[in-house]
């Protein structure tokens, strides 16, 4: 099985995604969406190459694979030698360009 690593801004970005998903939709509809997280993250990592280039919004030193989900979320992500690095889960209406700028999910 492929290894899947989060940045803390990831992380973040899962927790908060889920907490506003329960408040807004309850419990049951955040389960689906934290179990249909799960098995994208498993797909990007047994094959990573399957994200979109978007070199354009990359910041200095990274060159990510983005992925959208539900037609609403878009991962962030790297591949790596064991499978992927997760460095944020955005909404798509984000300014994802400025998003990763600010914090592109390095680690501390």
């Known amino acids: 099985?492929?290894?899947i690593e989060f940045s803390g801004a990831a992380r973040n970005d899962r927790r908060a995604i889920v907490a506003y998903t329960v408040r807004q939709f309850g419990m049951l509809q955040a389960r689906r969406l934290r179990n249909n997280f799960e098995r994208v993250f498993n797909t990007?990592?047994?094959?990573?190459g399957i994200g979109r280039q978007r070199p354009e919004l990359d910041p200095p030193r990274h060159s990510f694979r983005y992925f959208v989900v539900m037609k609403m979320f878009v991962?962030?992500?790297e591949p790596t030698e064991s499978g992927i690095r997760v460095a944020r889960i955005l909404h798509a209406m984000r300014n994802l360009a400025a998003e990763l700028d600010s914090d592109s999910g390095e680690v501390s």
């Open 44 to 48: 990007l990592a047994d094959a990573p």
């Open 75 to 77: 991962i962030v992500y």
């Open 1 to 3: 099985m492929s290894r």
